[in-house]
C-alpha cells in the first residue's frame, strides 16, 4: 500500500437564501475547492417566522398576562400585607422573574422549538421539560375551571338586575341579609351579657379563661320569608356569598345531595 494519506478536512457554512414568500431557507454547504461535493439541502423543517415585532410583542404578551395578574395578584397582595408585599415582590420579579423570562424567550427565538425539545442543547436536563410539560397539563384542570367561573360571572352580569345583589332568590337562605338595603349599624348592634355557651369559642374574650359573658353584636332584619329575624352576627350571610356558594358552586351539605 502507498503511504498514508492525510485526513481531507472539510469546512461546512450555513447560508440563510430569502425566498419570494418572504420566508428564510437555511442550507448547508461544503466549502472545499478540491472536491467535487456540491451544497446539500438541510433535513430540518422550514421554520415559522415572525411578520413583524408588533406580532412577536402581543404573542409574548397574551403569554405573559392572565388571569391571575388581575385576579390572583390583587387577591395575594391583600392578603400578604397590601403595599409591604410589593418590596419582596418587586425584588423577586427584578431578579428572577425577569431574567428567566428573557432566558426563556431568547432561547425559544435562537431554537424555535418548544419545551420538550429544548432541553437538546444539554440533554440532561431533557426530564426538565418532561416534568414542565406534565405540570402544565394538571394546572390547566383547574385553570380552565377558574376561567369558566369567569366567564359564568360575565353571563349573570348581562341581566338588568344583579343576581347577587338581593336575598330574593330561590337559592337564598333566611339568614341572608342585603347589605344594600341598610347600613351595618342600622340593623346591627351590640347586645351586652351575652353568655359564652351561645357564642364560638375564639369570639372576641371568650377564648379567655374565666370570660364567661360578653358584648356580641346582633343583627335584626326582614329575611326573604317577610320575618323579622335576630341573628348572631357570624350566623348571618350575605347574597354575595350565597350566590358563589349555593348558585355558582352548588355547595350541599354532604355527597348524598
Known amino acids: 500500500m502507498g503511504g498514508n494519506s492525510e485526513p481531507q478536512l472539510m469546512e461546512i457554512r450555513t447560508e440563510v437564501n430569502g425566498s419570494e414568500e418572504g420566508k428564510l431557507q437555511y442550507k448547508h454547504v461544503l466549502e472545499n475547492p478540491e472536491s467535487g461535493d456540491v451544497a446539500q439541502e438541510s433535513d430540518e423543517p422550514e421554520r415559522e417566522q415572525w411578520s413583524g415585532k408588533i406580532d412577536f410583542l402581543l404573542s409574548v404578551i397574551g ?143 371568650c377564648k379567655l379563661d374565666g370570660v364567661s359573658y360578653i358584648s356580641a353584636d346582633y343583627c335584626e332584619f326582614e329575611n326573604k320569608l317577610n320575618e323579622t329575624v335576630t341573628l348572631f352576627v357570624k350566623n348571618v350571610t350575605d347574597p354575595i356569598q350565597e350566590f358563589w356558594e349555593r348558585k355558582a358552586l352548588q355547595q350541599t351539605a354532604g355527597v348524598d345531595e
Open 63 to 205: 403569554y405573559a398576562i392572565g388571569l391571575g395578574n388581575v385576579w390572583r395578584f390583587p387577591y395575594l397582595c391583600y392578603r400578604n400585607g397590601g403595599g409591604a408585599f410589593l418590596v419582596p415582590y418587586v425584588l423577586t420579579l427584578v431578579f428572577a422573574g425577569i431574567p428567566m423570562f428573557m432566558l426563556e424567550v431568547s432561547i425559544g427565538q435562537f431554537l424555535s422549538v418548544g419545551g420538550l425539545g429544548v432541553f437538546k442543547i444539554s440533554p440532561i436536563f431533557k426530564g426538565v421539560g418532561i416534568a414542565a410539560a406534565v405540570m402544565a397539563c394538571w394546572l390547566n384542570v383547574y385553570y380552565i375551571i377558574v376561567l369558566a367561573w369567569g366567564l359564568y360571572y360575565f353571563y349573570e352580569s348581562l341581566s338588568t338586575d344583579l343576581p347577587w345583589r338581593t336575598c330574593v332568590n330561590d337559592w337564598n337562605t333566611p339568614t341572608c341579609r342585603n347589605p344594600y338595603a341598610g347600613m351595618y349599624n342600622e340593623s346591627c348592634r351590640p347586645r351586652e351579657n351575652v353568655s359564652c355557651s351561645l357564642l364560638p369559642k375564639d369570639y372576641k374574650d
